[in-house]
C-alpha cells in the first residue's frame, strides 16, 4: 500500500514539475525575444541561456542564431551549431533547418551532405517550406550524392510556391540558366521579380543583369542601374562594380551635355568605394581613386555626402 501510495505521489510530483519547468523555459524566451527586439543583446544571451538550460528549443535555436550573426557576442560558428543540435533534437522546426546548414556548409566542424539532407527532411516533414529549397540546393549541385539537378528543380519550385522568398529567387536562376529545366528567361524574370521585390540581393542583381543585357526584357539602363542599386545595398558583392560601372558612365555622359547631376555623383562615388574596397589588385585600386578624385572635384558636396553614406554603411557592418 505504502509503495503505491509512494508511486502515486512521485507521479504527481514529476507532472507538476514539467509544466511549471516548461513555463519558465517558455518565460524565459519571451524575455530573449523582447530584450533581442530591443537590440538590448546581453540580456537576450541571458534569458536565451537560461532557457536552454531548462530544455526550451526556441531559446536554443535563437541563441545559436545570435552566435551565427554575431549579436552581442563574438561570431562563433562551431557553438551555434551546437546550439542547433539542441533545438533540432528537441523537434525545433527552423533549428532543424539551420543544423542542416551547419552540416551543409561545414560550419560547425566538417560537411556531411548526407546528414544536411537528413535534416532538411525532417524539417520539411514537419512542415518548414524553406527547407525545400535547401534540400533542392544541395540535389543541383550534388552535395546531397549524385548530381540532381532536375530534382532540386522540382523541390525548389515547392518551395517557391509556398511563398519562400530565397526558392522563388533560386526558381529565377534555374529558369535563367537552364539548371534542372529548361532556359526560360520570360519565367527566370517572373520568378526573380517576386523576390527582387522584396529585396532578395542575388535576385535583384540577376534582373540588374537582364535589363542589362536585353535578356528577356527589353533592354534598359535605368532599370538595370536601379536594380543593381537595390542588390548592392544588400551587400551583394557582386553587384559593387556593375553598378558603379553604371553610375559612373551616366556621370560623364552628363558632363559631355555640361551638366552636373550631384546626386548621380554620389552614388557614382559611393559605389566606386565599395567596389575599390573589394579589389586585390593594385593597379584596379589604384584606377578607381582615380576616378574617386576626380568625381569629387566636379561636385565636393557629393563627395562630402558620400563620405557620410560610406561612414554609416561602414558602422552597420559591425
Known amino acids: 500500500m505504502f509503495k503505491q501510495i509512494a508511486a502515486f505521489f512521485f507521479a504527481g510530483v514529476v507532472l507538476l514539475l514539467t509544466p511549471v519547468n516548461y513555463v519558465w523555459a517558455a518565460s524565459d524566451f519571451a524575455i530573449g525575444e523582447k530584450a533581442r527586439d530591443g537590440e538590448d543583446y546581453l540580456a537576450a544571451a541571458k534569458a536565451f541561456r537560461a532557457g536552454v538550460a531548462k530544455g526550451d528549443k526556441r531559446s536554443a535555436n535563437a541563441l545559436g542564431e545570435m552566435y551565427i550573426l554575431g549579436l552581442g557576442l563574438d561570431k ?3 557553438t551555434a551549431c551546437q546550439l542547433f ?3 533540432a533534437k528537441r523537434g525545433h522546426l ?13 560550419k560547425g566542424g566538417k560537411s556531411n551532405g548526407v546528414e544536411a539532407a537528413k535534416w532538411f527532411n525532417k524539417a520539411i516533414k514537419g512542415g ?12 543541383i549541385v550534388g552535395d546531397a550524392g549524385k548530381k540532381n539537378p532536375k530534382r532540386g528543380f522540382n523541390l525548389c519550385m ?39 521585390d522584396k529585396q532578395y540581393s542575388s535576385a535583384a542583381y540577376n534582373l540588374g543583369l537582364m535589363y542589362l543585357n536585353g535578356d ?21 558583392q557582386m553587384a559593387y562594380e556593375a553598378v558603379a560601372r553604371l553610375y559612373r558612365d ?19 562615388i559611393f559605389f566606386m568605394s565599395l567596389a575599390r574596397s573589394i579589389k586585390t589588385s593594385r ?15 566636379l561636385s565636393p558636396k557629393a563627395r562630402r555626402l558620400a563620405d557620410e553614406d560610406l561612414s554609416k554603411w561602414n558602422a552597420s557592418k559591425r
Not at 518548414?128 to 540535389?139: E, I, N, Q, S, T
Not at 510556391?161 to 537552364?178: N, Q, R, S, V, W
Open 216 to 236: 528577356g526584357v527589353k533592354k534598359s539602363l535605368d532599370s538595370a542601374r536601379r536594380w543593381l542599386t537595390v542588390s548592392a545595398l544588400q551587400r551583394h
Open 283 to 297: 593597379k584596379e585600386r589604384s584606377t578607381y581613386a582615380t576616378l574617386i578624385d576626380q568625381f569629387s572635384q
Open 94 to 106: 527552423l533549428a532543424q533547418h539551420n543544423y542542416g546548414v551547419c552540416l551543409a556548409k561545414g
Open 128 to 139: 518548414h517550406k524553406p527547407a525545400l529549397c535547401a534540400l533542392g540546393k544541395m540535389h
Open 250 to 268: 551616366e556621370v560623364i555622359e552628363l558632363l559631355r551635355k555640361e551638366q552636373i547631376d550631384m546626386r548621380m555623383t554620389r552614388w557614382a
Open 85 to 87: 543540435f539542441k533545438g
Open 158 to 196: 515547392k518551395g517557391a510556391l509556398a511563398g519562400d522568398t530565397k526558392a522563388a529567387a533560386i526558381i529565377g536562376e534555374c529558369y535563367l540558366f537552364g539548371v534542372g529545366t529548361v532556359r526560360n528567361p520570360k519565367k527566370a524574370y517572373k520568378w526573380l521579380k517576386k523576390a527582387g
Open 76 to 78: 562563433d560558428p562551431v
